[in-house]
């Protein structure tokens, strides 16, 4: 399965700022997603990420609020933005991996505490 | 919306099979089931999928009645460690994952 790592691990950010969670994985990926785990909830896609082209996002998310960066196939950022502690969250990436075989692993996930 | 039904929770001795049931009903011709699972805190992992024969590799067994209606996840002798969420997916090739609230199993000693 490939590794993927995210950073930060965890933060607690004051209302208002934003914060930029980085995804890096081990092998080069054509897919790359990010989904929201709010607490005691299960997992919501915000959107995906495609090398080379603008990102797509589900109904409920937009760019404004989580912009997201996809500068090679193995990188990804989700900007959380403008937060409030309704952002409060497990923020998680994925990757399509093995290529073609349409298996998504995840990363451990960034956890969000706004204040 | 998720496309199937699970057990909200399940218990099982440590050592004993664990079975998970899903049900999806409406499941359509192109559609495979998934199943994840997630430790406290971690990220979800994948376990299996399946179209439509029975699958089997070395974390579980996936049992798919033959009107793929339902499924069954079976951990063979569980452990401490497999206390975890439970997903069931149903999916075709390129749709997105959408993850309901799954089984939430508690192995216990």
């Known amino acids: 399965s490939a590794v993927i790592s995210q950073k930060p691990s965890r933060d607690i950010c004051q209302r208002g700022t934003s914060l930029t969670i980085q995804c890096q994985v081990d092998?080069?990926?054509?897919?790359m997603f990010w989904y929201r785990q709010q607490p005691g909830q299960s997992l919501t896609l915000i959107a995906t990420?495609?090398?080379?082209?603008?990102?797509?996002?589900e109904s409920g998310f937009v760019i404004d609020k989580f912009p997201i960066s996809r500068p090679n196939l193995t990188f990804s950022t989700l900007t959380v933005s403008n937060m409030s502690p309704e952002d409060s969250s497990i923020y998680l990436c994925?990757?399509?991996?093995?290529?073609?075989?349409?298996?998504?692993?995840f990363g451990p996930g960034t956890r969000l505490t706004v204040l | 919306d998720a496309k199937t039904t699970q057990p909200t929770s399940m218990d099982c001795a440590e050592g004993r099979a664990a079975n998970l049931p899903c049900n999806h009903s409406?499941?359509?011709?192109?559609?495979?089931v998934y199943w994840y699972r997630q430790i406290h805190s971690q990220g979800p992992q994948y376990i299996i999928h399946?179209?439509?024969n029975n699958e089997t590799n070395e974390m579980a067994s996936l049992i798919i009645t033959e009107d793929r209606k339902s499924s069954t996840l079976i951990l063979p002798h569980a452990t401490l460690r497999d206390t975890a969420v439970y997903y069931c997916?149903?999916?075709?090739?390129?749709?997105?994952?959408?993850f309901g609230p799954g089984t939430r199993l508690s192995v216990l000693p």
């Open positions: 997916i149903v999916r075709s090739y390129g749709q997105n994952f959408v």
């Open positions: 409406t499941i359509s011709g192109n559609e495979y």
């Open positions: 994925s990757v399509d991996y093995p290529q073609g075989t349409d298996t998504q692993y």
């Open positions: 092998s080069q990926v054509t897919m």
């Open positions: 990420a495609n090398q080379g082209s603008e990102a797509t996002y």
């Open positions: 399946g179209l439509k």
